[in-house]
Structure formats: structure tokens, C-alpha cells
């Protein structure tokens, strides 16, 4: 189920997915089945065992592997350099997942704030991409409002405010179709059009904006949220 070198895993990964101790795992390392880092204890495989392996690997070890990682992001959302070590084999997991698991979707959520802060735009697209697809697939309507929404937030700092206005007004409008509404989502969704307004210098609009985000908010609870309009505006 591991992708193979040079990503890397640690022995976390390893006794979880391929449901092994620890003596197994020295063992292995000593057969020169895998590779052992004595800096930073981390493993890999080569290419040509991890295409043996691989082609051996059940189904069950493969889902493991995938809710593992997506567990241990879910838990470290914040921590850019703990997913960075992770962020390889989560590579790896995302390219070979099926458009089916909706896992795609998470795995996307969860790594937001990783892939914002370290401007890997590219890679947020890319996947956000492939996502999108699952969400239609399964009438996911907050999959494809949240997406959307990530799409908006992408280009706005990119500096593309009309693609970004354009996505954001998508995911507002997905939302605000549900039977359930999502007052939460609509309201950081509304904020964040009032954003792009200001950034186009089109203040009157923006403050429309903030002003719908702002009731949202304050009927929502969202104290956070309220508090970041109000410095908008």
C-alpha cells in the first residue's frame, strides 16, 4: 500500500497498515526489505519490492493505509510540519483513489490549511479537481459547496478576483438551494465575496456583503466568525 522511495513512512504507518509488530518490522529492516533512516527512524521501500508488495496487498491494507494518514492529518490540521512528513505517501494515496471514495473529499478538507499556508495552490487544484468529481458523483451538496469554496479562496490569492468571485457565488448558491440550509457555510462564504469586493475596490458591494455575513454569523452563534466580519467592515 506504501508509496515507494524516496517518500518515506515511519513505524506508526508501518504496524498499522501492514498490522505487523515491531519485531516483524526488524526483521524486514534486517532482510534489507526496507530501508531504515537512523536519523529520523523513518522507512521506505524500494521500487521493486513495493511493486511485489503491492501487487499482493489486500484491499483491507490498502484502506487502512488511506485511514491512517487521513486520520493523523484530521488530528494535526494546524501543523504544517507533521503533515509535511506524511504529505508523500498522502500523494500517493490521493492519485491512486478511487473517484468513487468520497474519502477524496476529507482528505481535500483536511488539508486545506496545510496546503494554503505552504502556497502549494497547484496541488490544492489538482486534487480539489479530482474531489469535485466524487462530490457530483455522489450529490454531495456542502462536498461540492466546500470545494467550490476552496477554489474561490485559491484564486483570490492568486489575485484572479473574478474566477474567485465566480466560484464563491457557485458555492453560495449550492447552499443556499438545500432543504437544510447551511447557515454557517453562507455566512464564510458571503465574508469572503465581501473580501474580493474590497480587494476589487468595489466597497459599497462589500459591505453589503459583510453585512449579510455579519446576520448570518450573530444567528449562528458563530462568535469567531462575527469578529472577523466586524474587522472587515
Not at 68 to 90: F, G, M, P
Not at 168 to 187: F, I, Q, S
Request: aromatic content about 10%.
Amino acid at each position: 500500500a506504501f508509496a515507494s522511495k524516496p517518500a518515506r513512512f515511519d513505524r506508526a504507518a508501518a504496524q498499522a497498515v501492514a498490522e505487523c509488530d515491531a519485531d516483524a518490522l526488524a526483521l524486514l529492516i534486517d532482510l534489507n526489505l526496507l530501508e531504515y533512516d537512523v536519523k529520523d527512524e523513518s522507512l521506505a521501500l524500494h521500487q521493486a519490492i513495493a511493486d511485489v508488495a503491492r501487487m499482493q496487498a489486500p484491499i483491507a491494507a490498502t484502506t487502512r493505509h488511506w485511514k491512517h494518514y487521513l486520520s493523523r492529518v484530521d488530528a494535526n490540521k494546524d501543523d504544517w510540519q507533521t503533515i509535511e512528513k506524511l504529505y508523500s505517501q498522502i500523494q500517493w494515496i490521493l492519485q491512486r483513489m478511487s473517484p468513487d471514495n468520497k474519502a477524496t473529499i476529507r482528505f481535500v478538507n483536511v488539508l486545506f490549511t496545510y496546503l494554503s499556508r505552504r502556497g502549494l495552490w497547484d496541488d490544492y487544484l489538482k486534487w480539489s479537481t479530482k474531489a469535485l468529481v466524487t462530490a457530483k458523483r455522489k450529490n454531495d451538496i456542502i462536498g461540492q459547496s466546500s470545494i467550490l469554496y476552496g477554489f474561490g479562496f485559491i484564486y483570490q490569492q492568486l489575485g484572479e478576483t473574478k474566477k474567485a468571485l465566480c466560484y464563491h457565488n457557485d458555492a453560495l448558491l449550492l447552499l443556499k438551494n438545500r432543504v437544510l440550509r447551511n447557515r454557517h457555510g453562507e455566512g464564510m462564504i458571503l465574508n469572503n465575496i465581501g473580501l474580493v469586493y474590497t480587494d476589487l475596490g468595489e466597497y459599497e458591494k462589500a459591505l453589503s456583503y459583510y453585512q449579510d455575513a455579519l446576520l448570518l454569523r450573530r444567528r449562528v452563534g458563530d462568535r469567531r466568525g462575527e469578529g472577523t466580519t466586524l474587522n472587515n467592515i
